[in-house]
T-cell receptor
């Protein structure tokens, strides 16, 4: 069956450390993958996109890797801050006929402790 | 405005009543999505509009749910004869083609 999985348990880390979140998928051939951040009571906000032919993408303290052989994306936040505390969602974008379809993970909750 | 606008932000209704939720996407965005999110849960896809193509309605949970998008812009999600299990946050998002999604802040629906 096709599915996408993120760390189901909340991640607690100390301020200043690197947070690493995982997104695994099976039986998809994604065109690309997106990461979003969602704060309580708010809509998700786009962070980064990585294409199938890219291994790594960086934006400020954020880094995303994409391994299509392992069918896995890793999302890193370096020098983490309490303000980084939120739920992080990954979304696969797959081709579906003439359209593209997004397949969402359930998200991983991150808490950065001061 | 510059972002996706949804209204109402909160709606409390009685079981059996109809509700309409509105989404004003970012101007020029061709794609519009409706999702539902229950407390502590992931995003549940409902419906997707792309330009003038027929919408992808595959996520609508029952025939009580319908949506339209007029003039390729504003969209309305209608839930008829609401049930308590319809209580959730309804999120709208728009994008330009297959790019990143821009979400509204959602409409929180409570069915008593």
């Amino acid at each position: 069956s096709q599915k996408i999985e993120q760390n189901s348990e909340a991640l607690n880390i100390q301020e200043g450390k690197t947070a690493t979140l995982t997104c695994n998928y099976t039986n998809y051939s994604p065109a690309y993958l997106q990461w979003y951040r969602q704060d309580p009571g708010r809509g998700p906000v786009f962070l980064l996109l990585i294409r199938e032919n890219e291994k790594e993408k960086r934006k400020e303290r954020l880094k995303v890797t994409f391994d299509t052989t392992l069918k896995q994306s890793l999302f890193h936040i370096t020098a983490s801050q309490p303000a980084d505390s939120a739920t992080y969602l990954c979304a696969l974008v797959v081709n579906a006929g003439n359209n593209r379809k997004l397949i969402w993970g359930l998200g991983t909750s991150l808490a950065v402790n001061p | 405005g510059a972002g996706v606008s949804q209204s109402p932000s909160n709606k409390v209704t009685e079981k059996g009543k109809d509700v309409e939720l509105r989404c004003d996407p970012i101007s020029g965005h061709t794609a519009l999505y409706w999702y539902r999110q229950s407390l502590g849960q992931g995003l549940e896809f409902l419906i997707y509009f792309q330009g003038n193509s027929a919408p992808d309605k595959s996520g609508l949970p029952s025939d009580r749910f319908s949506a339209e998008r007029t003039g390729g812009s504003v969209s309305t999600l209608t839930i008829q004869r609401t049930q308590q299990e319809d209580s959730a946050v309804y999120l709208c998002a728009s994008s330009f083609g297959a790019g990143e999604l821009f979400f509204g802040e959602g409409s929180r629906l409570t069915v008593l």
